[in-house]
């Protein structure tokens, strides 16, 4: 069974993880538009992983008794200022979903909650390999430059990327 304060916190992830698919959604819709579909279909997945990712808390909380909650939500940004906005934007949203991974590990650490603790450690060695693929585009984007053709190039790899590999 989990503590008021454990579920409440975990209810909270789950929401920001549907919250992260949204953002990731309005992304892909954003580079399509910009005839971007490599970035697009980057994102769609990241969209879908972050799904998943809610489902795994939600399916965590049934079988521990607890009540899922989900909560309204505010509609993400949907405008940008090209591809290396928008990564950027994308590395500043990981970070923060990995302080709430961490916060969460440590509230359950503390709370002597085992469970929960082994839970929200495949969480944070998942945020660790987000952020640094986050980074890596970003690191391309920034060599490229303004370059249509580079970004073109960047555009084709991020095309190739399969469900379950962010590469």
Same mark, same amino acid.
């Given at each position: 069974?989990?503590?008021?304060?454990?579920?409440?916190?975990?209810?909270?992830?789950?929401? $920001?993880? +549907? #919250?992260? %698919?949204?953002?990731?959604?309005?992304?892909? %819709?954003? #580079?399509?538009?910009?005839? +971007?579909?490599?970035? !697009?279909?980057?994102?769609?997945?990241? !969209?879908?992983?972050? #799904?998943?990712? %809610?489902?795994?808390?939600?399916?965590?909380?049934?079988?521990? *008794? *607890?009540?899922? /909650?989900?909560?309204?939500?505010?509609? &993400?940004?949907?405008?940008?200022?090209? &591809? +290396?906005?928008?990564?950027?934007?994308? +590395?500043? =949203?990981?970070?923060?979903?990995?302080?709430?991974?961490?916060?969460?590990?440590?509230?359950?650490?503390?709370?002597?909650?085992?469970?929960?603790?082994?839970? $929200? =450690?495949?969480?944070?060695?998942?945020?660790?390999?987000?952020? %640094? /693929?986050?980074? /890596?585009?970003?690191?391309?984007?920034?060599?490229? *430059?303004?370059?249509?053709?580079?970004? #073109?190039?960047i555009d084709d790899k991020l095309g190739l990327r399969k469900a379950g590999s962010a590469e």
């Amino acid at each position: 069974m989990l503590s008021e304060s454990m579920l409440k916190a975990i209810n909270e992830q789950l929401n $920001f993880e +549907l #919250f992260s %698919a949204n953002v990731y959604l309005s992304m892909s %819709a954003y #580079f399509k538009r910009n005839a +971007l579909n490599g970035f !697009a279909h980057w994102m769609s997945l990241q !969209a879908q992983e972050e #799904f998943e990712h %809610a489902m795994k808390i939600f399916n965590y909380i049934c079988n521990k *008794g *607890g009540k899922v /909650e989900i909560s309204a939500m505010d509609a &993400p940004t949907s405008e940008w200022n090209g &591809p +290396l906005d928008v990564m950027q934007y994308t +590395l500043i =949203h990981e970070q923060e979903v990995t302080s709430r991974i961490n916060n969460l590990f440590k509230v359950a650490h503390e709370s002597n909650d085992h469970s929960t603790s082994v839970f $929200f =450690h495949w969480f944070i060695e998942e945020q660790v390999q987000e952020e %640094a /693929e986050v980074s /890596e585009i970003i690191d391309k984007l920034v060599l490229v *430059g303004d370059s249509s053709q580079g970004i #073109f190039m960047i555009d084709d790899k991020l095309g190739l990327r399969k469900a379950g590999s962010a590469e």
